[in-house]
C-alpha cells in the first residue's frame, strides 16, 4: 500500500506564509505526479497545482504567483509553499499522487492516492 501524510497547516494572518508537506511512503516504483487540491466548507474539492516526476509544474490562477510546489525526492516529499496567504485561501488541503506500483490484487499499473488532509485557516 501507499501512505501520503500531510502537515504544516495551521492558522497564520493574512499575508503570511505556511509550508505544506506531504511525505510518501509504502510500496511503490515511482511517483508519476503529485497533486495538491483544496477544498472550503460548502465548495467543491479544487485543483491548488501539481507538480510532474519531470519537474513540470503548474498552478490554479488563483494561487499562481503567490504557491510554490517543490520536492525532495530522496524523501518521496512534495511541498506547497503558501506566501501572501488571502482569507479566501481557508479550506482544508489534501495531497494526491498518482504512482506507478505492482499491485498484488490489480497488476502492475497507475494507482491514486490521497492524504489525510491538512486545514489552512486564514485571518483577516
Known amino acids: 500500500q501507499v501512505q501520503l501524510v500531510e502537515s504544516g497547516g495551521g492558522l497564520v494572518q493574512a499575508g503570511g506564509s505556511l509550508r505544506l508537506s506531504c511525505a510518501a511512503s509504502?510500496?511503490?516504483?515511482?511517483?508519476?505526479?503529485m497533486y495538491w487540491y483544496r477544498q472550503a466548507p460548502g465548495n467543491q474539492r479544487e485543483l491548488v497545482g501539481s507538480?510532474?516526476?519531470?519537474?513540470?509544474?503548474n498552478y490554479a490562477d488563483s494561487v499562481r504567483g503567490r504557491f510554490t510546489i517543490s520536492r525532495d525526492s530522496a524523501k518521496n516529499t512534495v511541498y506547497l509553499q503558501m506566501n501572501s496567504l488571502k482569507p479566501e485561501d481557508t479550506a482544508v488541503y489534501y495531497c494526491?499522487?498518482?504512482?506507478?506500483?505492482?499491485?498484488?490484487?490489480?497488476?502492475?499499473?497507475?494507482?491514486?492516492?490521497w492524504g489525510q488532509g491538512t486545514q489552512v485557516t486564514v485571518s483577516s
Open positions: 509504502g510500496s511503490f516504483i515511482s511517483i508519476n505526479v
Open positions: 494526491n499522487a498518482v504512482v506507478f506500483r505492482n499491485d498484488r490484487t490489480r497488476g502492475r499499473g497507475n494507482y491514486a492516492y
Open positions: 507538480l510532474t516526476s519531470g519537474g513540470n509544474t
